[in-house]
């Protein structure tokens, strides 16, 4: 009768007894939370998720409803806030030893995807937790994500020293994709980044070359996308000039610049979207033959009679694209 019992398990349990291969692909589909809880199915899943070739760690999706009662009263300055700090830092911290922990199991294997969402306070405390994270990105991940921001408003959320990314000197031969949001990013910190092919940065501050730098650290770079982006020293003009790239497509949003100067002969794709404060001294393009299509999707913030001039003379220079994509507002003026 034992033995029957213990023959009905085994044939009930058919998920564990499939290949690693797949039991990957199915966890793969899991939050990093749900997939560790699979670690308590049984001793066959006890050091599974050990293996997954996908790690994503997103601070909101392991705090309960509780916690985040505390996270909005912290923010919101209300009689509970001295409690609501405690908690939060009580709760950030265990979430920064699991992503340490973490990283320290999978340290040696290479990693598909890895995503890290951590709410960047206006503090240093967790500054020096973010290093180890960042370095085993670009030396075992093919897809890294990094997000550092919190739903605060600009002038609030933006802290004196934002976090800049630890120097690497020695070339990140795995990195294909890499999306960084609220830090300091200077490209002439790292060796090269010989396999990456995308690159997007949101609210990430950079230095006057930054652009230039990345892309010549990169010879496979073929998709840009800079957001909200912005410099120490305000810049009036962003000087994208990169002859010999491979760059392919370009995507230029909200920047806090005046204008854009961009020699880039490779580009096949270039879109520029934001407010008409970005189009205010020049928008100047050269050297574009191979270009195809070309968007301008700039909403009014306020008129200019040199707008007219700066769309026009874009216009020019592009007319030779199949697809040209103009919001209203580059129609009006």
């Not at 407010?275 to 001294?281: A, D, L, P, R, V």
């Amino acid at each position: 009768m034992m033995d029957s019992r213990k023959s009905n398990k085994e044939t009930c349990d058919r998920i564990s007894h499939l290949p690693e291969a797949i039991l990957h692909h199915i966890l793969s589909f899991l939050s990093t939370k749900d997939v560790l809880r699979t670690s308590f199915l049984s001793k066959s899943w006890s050091n599974l998720w050990t293996s997954i070739p996908i790690l994503d760690f997103d601070e909101t999706r392991f705090y309960d409803k509780e916690v985040m009662f505390y996270y909005r009263c912290y923010h919101a300055d209300c009689s509970q806030g001295r409690k609501a700090e405690d908690k939060m830092w009580e709760r950030k911290k265990r979430f920064a030893d699991l992503i340490d922990r973490s990283l320290l199991l999978h340290e040696g294997q290479n990693i598909r995807e890895l995503k890290i969402n951590f709410h960047h306070l206006n503090d240093s405390v967790f500054m020096t937790r973010f290093d180890p994270w960042v370095r085993f990105a670009l030396t075992n991940v093919l897809v890294f994500h990094l997000d550092l921001s919190s739903d605060l408003s600009w002038s609030e959320k933006y802290p004196e020293s934002m976090y800049q990314l630890p120097p690497c000197h020695f070339p990140s031969k795995l990195l294909k994709v890499m999306e960084l949001n609220f830090c300091l990013f200077n490209p002439l910190e790292h060796n090269n980044f010989p396999c990456l092919e995308t690159v997007i940065l949101t609210e990430v501050e950079l230095l006057e070359t930054s652009v230039q730098d990345l892309i010549a650290n990169c010879p496979h770079l073929e998709f840009l996308h800079l957001k909200h982006c912005v410099w120490p020293d305000p810049l009036e003009v962003i000087n994208i000039g990169a002859p010999r790239s491979q760059l392919k497509h370009l995507r230029l949003e909200s920047n806090d610049v005046d204008g854009y100067d961009i020699n880039v002969p490779s580009l096949l794709h270039i879109q520029f979207v934001g407010e008409t404060e970005e189009m205010y001294n020049c928008l100047f393009v050269k050297n574009l033959s191979k270009l195809i299509d070309a968007s301008l999707e700039f909403e009014p913030n306020y008129l200019h009679s040199s707008h007219g001039e700066v769309l026009c003379e874009f216009l020019n220079d592009v007319d030779h694209v199949k697809v040209l994509t103009l919001s209203d507002y580059c129609l009006q003026v």
